[in-house]
């Protein structure tokens, strides 16, 4: 069975620094995939960043960067230059890739980021 | 403009009165899944499905129903509410197996049970 989880329940960071959300991950399967989703306080979720785990260089999209450490089992979320408008609950979530739970998502507890003015 | 679209938005209900909650999606997509949010669970799912009349559990199935009789169209009902369902549902799609897994989620609906 995934399992997903992020030991961080809320992080605070000043606009404009750059904060990172952990997530470590736990799987028996060869092949998956790790997501970010953003959930603002009007609660859609907002798809960020992808990493594949055959994926050699660490995904990034803007502002979002995922620090994929494979050994460690490790996605950590690096924001950089953080907005007032990046506040917000946070997800990580993985996806079997190549299994049998076609098209599931696992996600963490999530961890909700203020960014302070 | 692709989306998911889930009714009602927000509802509240009392203990036993049965419910549906819609959802629709564009994409064309076969996989088509319901989620529950619940505070320090992050998002459970409840069941998924792979395309028109093949449904199945997933982690939380217990208490819903779903059906899939439209590629397009993939409701979640409650036969019996009851307070322990009060949550925030989410109904998502994608097109796996072909893709990266990403799931395209509806706005939300936040149900109360009293």
């Known amino acids: 069975a995934q399992k997903i989880t992020q030991t961080q329940p809320g992080m605070f960071v000043q606009e404009k620094e750059a904060v990172t959300l952990d997530c470590t991950y736990d799987t028996s399967d060869p092949s998956y995939g790790l997501f970010w989703y953003k959930q603002p306080s009007s609660g859609e979720m907002i798809f960020l960043i992808y990493?594949?785990?055959?994926?050699?260089q660490n995904a990034t999209e803007g502002r979002y960067s995922l620090n994929f450490q494979k050994a460690r089992k490790s996605a950590n979320l690096v924001i950089s230059a953080s907005q007032l408008g990046d506040s917000a609950m946070y997800f990580c979530?993985?996806?079997?890739?190549?299994?049998?739970?076609?098209?599931?998502?696992?996600f963490g507890q999530g961890t909700i980021l203020t960014v302070h003015p | 403009e692709a989306q998911v679209t889930q009714n009602p938005r927000y509802l509240i209900t009392v203990t036993g009165k049965k419910l549906t909650v819609t959802c629709s999606q564009n994409m064309n997509h076969e996989y088509m899944s319901w989620y529950r949010q619940d505070p320090g669970l992050g998002l459970r799912q409840i069941y998924y499905?792979?395309?028109?009349?093949?449904?199945d559990k997933g982690d939380v199935p217990e208490g819903y129903k779903v059906s899939r009789k439209e590629k397009r169209n993939f409701p979640l009902i409650l036969e019996s509410p009851s307070p322990n369902q009060t949550s925030l549902y989410f109904c998502?799609?994608?097109?796996?197996?072909?893709?990266?897994?990403?799931?395209?989620f509806g706005e939300g609906s936040r149900l109360t049970v009293l």
């Open positions: 990493q594949g785990s055959y994926d050699q």
């Open positions: 998502a799609s994608n097109g796996a197996p072909f893709n990266t897994g990403e799931l395209f």
């Open positions: 499905s792979m395309n028109v009349e093949v449904t």
């Open positions: 979530a993985m996806s079997d890739a190549g299994g049998t739970s076609y098209g599931k998502l696992t």
